[in-house]
């Protein structure tokens, strides 16, 4: 059994249940900002969660679950939510669950690159920094911050001095190359755009391309060292030298728009990954006849 858990407008949910039903694996769509939310119920020490009803064995199940970032439900409900359901599996090896030896899902930008660097990537010319005036030709330097949430800047865009510290990289040019692992499979897609952060417009262009070798070796060492097993990582081209040079790893990355471009590989790759991953469900021999 898979449970699918996450928000009703999370179109990465719909897209692997749409996975599944094509797969015909037995799953469950559990919407955590349904208009009723779902009723949840386990005891620490038992296997067994029991959801609207329904009760799930750590064996033979799998869970797929996002944090409700789409509706405007309480901040506190769509936690307990989300840690309810992920606590659970994180207590019960025997549930199927990506990037199970990355538990709390959290990885340091800035600690990222060092790890990409010793696993073979190339990194670009990097600050951590919140001086901004140090840099001459600020036009040749991008902007982002530390812990993500915002699209990137140009350096030339931002004030002398910042509140907070960021990272500053040197500024490279597409194509840009997201590559995906999941499990054992990878999925690379060449990006071109406009524009210095393609997020910020439609106008784009996106391709699937055979994920490089040496990239994938290097990405298998990084995402192992980080004890995920479904990860992206983004990576930019330089203008002097043409390679390739990892940006940042993402560890639950959406997946629907580039799913779309792999003609739904992607998503059923997610969905075997899991069904894989959770181990199978112990039979019990009948007991023999009792003697008179």
């Not at 991008?142 to 990137?152: D, F, L, N, Q």
């Not at 999925?187 to 071109?192: C, K, L, N, P, Q």
């Not at 580039?258 to 959770?278: C, H, P, Q």
């Amino acid at each position: 059994m898979l449970l699918i858990v996450g928000s009703s407008e999370d179109h990465n949910i719909a897209r692997l249940a749409d996975a599944a039903a094509w797969r015909k694996v037995p799953h469950r769509v559990i919407h955590t900002d349904a208009d009723r939310p779902p009723d949840v119920t386990w005891q620490p020490g038992s296997p067994n969660i029991t959801i609207n009803g329904e009760t799930f064995s750590a064996s033979g199940t799998s869970l797929f679950i996002r944090y409700d970032v789409f509706s405007k439900h309480d901040a506190a409900q769509k936690t307990a939510f989300y840690d309810a359901l992920r606590g659970w599996a994180e207590a019960y090896p025997a549930v199927g669950m990506l990037n199970r030896a990355n538990e709390n899902l959290e990885v340091s930008k800035p600690r990222a690159l060092v790890l990409a660097k010793e696993c073979g990537f190339d990194i670009p010319e990097t600050f951590i920094t919140s001086v901004f005036n140090q840099f001459a030709a600020r036009d040749a330097y991008i902007a982002k911050p530390v812990s993500g949430g915002e699209y990137t800047r140009s350096l030339d865009d931002m004030p002398d001095t910042a509140d907070r510290p960021w990272i500053v990289q040197e500024k490279l040019q597409y194509p840009e190359l997201r590559l995906f692992r999941t499990g054992r499979h990878y999925f690379a897609f060449e990006i071109s755009s406009a524009v210095l952060d393609y997020r910020t417009s439609a106008d784009f262009t996106m391709k699937e391309v055979d994920p490089p070798k040496e990239l994938v070796a290097a990405m298998e060492k990084l995402t192992d060292r980080l004890g995920l097993d479904y990860a992206a990582a983004d990576l930019k081209t330089d203008p002097q030298t043409g390679m390739l040079k990892f940006l940042e790893v993402n560890t639950m990355p959406m997946f629907t728009g580039y799913d779309n471009t792999a003609k739904g590989r992607l998503s059923d790759a997610i969905l075997l990954t899991l069904v894989k991953l959770a181990q199978p469900a112990v039979k019990t021999k009948p007991l023999p006849p009792s003697v008179s």
